[in-house]
């Protein structure tokens, strides 16, 4: 008892404050990278440039690991009990679901069948996109691009895109060419298409 209300005070209750204080703000780059820098002492290890979107859930986030320039868009939830990493430069689009546990089934019901845990890993670069969700013990390789909806059930090897359910490889994540790399860039961008 005495161990859980620790546990609750140390990390589960600072977390619910911030977003109860933050939610009410419009997810931008000033306000998820304030959410970032309040949570990241109420997080395993995180490193810099943590943003953080509204609405998002994180649960045992006293087992996640966050490398830097990590984004979790509005919505997102995460059970981190079993651990969960996700490494430099990993984008999670809105409403990402990741659980490291997994309900097992006993007498033919799940409601008091248990657990079973199990890591989960998002390598370097990837990009969750909206609601995916990664099963328990998975690690998704560096730098893949997870399609909309996808159900990642099985490791996934690096650089490929993967869809569907369960997810699947359909495809090489090749390198691509970018029209812009800033809202400043993006308006010259178009002024100058709007003058041709």
Known sequence: MLGELRYQLRWELPLWAIFLLTNWLPDNRLTLRLRGILARPFVRRCGK???????VTLINANHLVVGDNVY???G????CMGGLTLEDEVMLAPYVVISTLQHVFRDGSVRFGGSIAGPVRIGKG???AAHVSVKCGVCV???????????VTADTP???IVGGVPAKVIGENKNGKADFFSRA???QHM???SEC
């Open 76 to 79: 997102c939830w995460l059970n």
């Open 158 to 160: 690096d650089n490929v």
């Open 191 to 193: 002024r100058r298409d």
């Open 141 to 151: 390789g560096s730098g893949n691009l997870v399609a909309a909806n996808a159900c």
């Open 126 to 128: 990837s990009w969750l």
């Open 72 to 74: 979790i868009a509005r």
């Open 185 to 187: 860039e993006f308006e």
């Open 49 to 55: 440039g943590f943003l953080l979107g509204t609405g």
